[in-house]
């Protein structure tokens, strides 16, 4: 090996290599080239036969390759590097020094440059390189070392406009033991297990595992959840202490079950892992708008390499790529009308597994100002390990499905709120106008009419409730009359009805900020009968639809006949320096245009009015503001003992513009679980 790099010496004092650029002596010159290009080789054994036979004490060739091999490149994920010659240095004949600029290629790293210097000393027949771990890394020194750490981002926070918070980065109150300071383990183990409800034995053994660390994590609460009580109790006992602002990390919901739903909440990563945005204890969004806005809550990773002196202090950054934190949501919730419907919700009527939603819409914007399912649940209880017997009485059917999004997610028959799109679909097309009326036999016992058609082989079609006067548009909006839209229906066929919600957008991916399942008009591959003919012109057939959708059909009354793009995310938020910016915004769109024509409105609007005025909406008329609006029921299972009541209604002329969509899922009977919609329409409404 000496031979070798004697010959090295030799060849590359008489051929300078092109790394230099000032042959200001050849001899340095190529010393130091054939160091880095052995180096480079990873040839250690030649480059350790560059140095002095009298080496530092511990610098022997296994400590060499240590350090290079191990200690350094594959600590900063080396792929390759280069050397430049900047100038030399010579002090007399026996000592000089040669200034490098080496550059670095590593993983995760753009290259980076190092300013290095190469200590000669001159031996009777040769020059040796004297080195220094100054030759590696800038002021690099004995018995520093070289730390590559991953900086963690911040994930990006969920607050709406008036910055209340529904998704944050906080610490949770952590119940410790300093190891070092216990005297009598059995004392603070068995004094903590009473006042944490845990088994002593299983303290004991926490804190009697053997570890660097001299802090042992006992128990983790939710972020200020133990009281002054407790925690005067708990720091009493002696090594204990409580931390809110370091040791655990946690995804905090500070609303709790409140909005729960859309929100969602993360789970620890599993699956492949992006090296630049998570580790293994990284957590990830799995629902709601924490799995639909991951890419942009995330952020990214930093990194930094830094060298670290034998104290333990950092003593310089080698490279470092910053952090960057995942991007802030701004949602468009009005937190007091939130928590109207959330409270609403709270007091529907406990009978028979009763559940249903809340929406609340700009119908001018189609910005979501409150939604809320029920029932509901805690997405905080996924921030530690569910216990068995919690989540099995979660899914428990008493329990009634907790986890269910019935904002976006579950589809009923939309029942009478699709009555007056019938009509629209009727004066539009031509088929109806506003005066026609119905005048075909009804038995008015039995508030049935049994369709002539020769094909017609099903029941008669039944009306809720018979009324006086004519069998009109208006009266058949305003007292639901299934037989007046069951007969338009059939009058106007598929050939006209299909087209017409389709253009409300039935059948289509519904755009927003959450996945919201696709409506229907029938299912797939049913046989177009004029049974479900009739049947889809009421609301009921195979027709379903998600109550956010149904709530933006239903704004296009309130909006010169254009269906807004529902819209949670209303703005993107980001630290720059110490100015909170907004670097993005979810702007405004129209999603379906003029599926109402102005005519249209006209007639229709008076109607919608009388609803709410004299007929099936009156229990939720609000004193001295106008409100339009549209009940409807369907009744689901086979034996019909339960019923999906619906209820929405708007405001106009008001110096605020809302629509109210609630649906419930009740049983038939008492009336008063249906009812209670029209109680939950004109609190929300109110101003």
Known sequence: ??????????????????ACTEPVSEDLSAIGDAFFAALEMRDYGACYEMLPDEKPEGLTLASFIDFYDRAVFSTIGLKEFSWKLESTQPTNDTHAALNYTLTYNC???????????????????????????????????????VLLSTLKQKRGEILDQEANAYAINAYGDTVYVRRSKVEDLTDVSTRL???????????????????????????????????????????????VGIDRREFRPVRYYPQGATFAHLIGYTHPIDGEIDPQRYDA???????????????????????????????????????????????????????????????LLDRLPQVDATAGAIIVLDPLTGDVLAASSYPDFDPNMYTFAIPNDVMAAMLSPEANQPFHNRITIATYPPGSTIKPFTAAMALQDGILNQNFEFTERIDWKTRQWLPTYPEWNAPPITRVSNYEGPVNMENAIVYSDNIYFGYTALKAGWEHFDPYLEKLGFGKPFPFDTPVKTSQIR?????????????????????????????????????????????????????????????????????YEGVLDKSTLD??????????????GNSGQLKDIETLGKTGTAEIGGNKEREIAWSISFVRNTDYDRLVCVVLEVPTTPKSAGAYRHTCVKEMLAP
Do not use: C, H
């Open 107 to 145: 993983e995760n790293f753009d290259p980076f440059t190092q300013k290095v210097t190469l200590e000669l000393s001159r031996t009777a027949l040769e020059w040796r390189i004297a080195w220094t771990p100054a030759a590696v890394l800038e002021g690099m020194e004995w018995g520093d070392k």
């Open 1 to 18: 090996m000496k031979q070798l790099s004697l010959f090295l010496v030799l060849i590359l004092t008489l051929v300078p290599l092109g």
């Open 603 to 616: 007639i229709l609007s008076p109607m919608l009015r009388k609803v709410i005025t004299r007929g099936s």
């Open 523 to 591: 299912n797939q591959g049913s046989m177009s009968n004029l049974q479900l003919l009739a049947s889809t012109g009421f609301g009921q057939g195979e027709m379903l639809i998600s109550p956010l959708q149904m709530a933006s059909i239903f704004s296009a009354f309130a909006n010169d006949g254009n269906i807004m793009r529902p819209r949670l995310v209303k703005e993107f938020k980001q630290m720059d320096g110490m100015t909170y910016k907004t670097i993005g915004t979810n702007d405004t769109a129209v999603l």
């Open 281 to 343: 204890d990284s957590r990830v969004g799995v629902s709601g708008l924490e799995q639909a806005y991951e890419d942009i809550l995330a952020g990214y990773r930093g990194r930094e390499i830094a060298i670290i002196a034998p104290d333990g202090s950092k003593k310089n950054i080698v490279k470092r790529i910053d952090p960057v934190n995942g991007i802030d949501l701004t949602l468009t919730l009005d937190y007091e009308l939130q928590i109207r419907a959330e409270t």
């Open 193 to 239: 297990a009473a006042l944490l409800q845990m088994d002593a034995k299983q303290i004991r053994d926490i804190v009697a595992t053997e570890s660097n660390d001299d802090v042992a994590v006992i128990k983790v609460f939710l972020p200020d959840t133990i009281d002054v009580t407790l925690s005067e109790m708990l720091v009493s006992i002696p090594a």
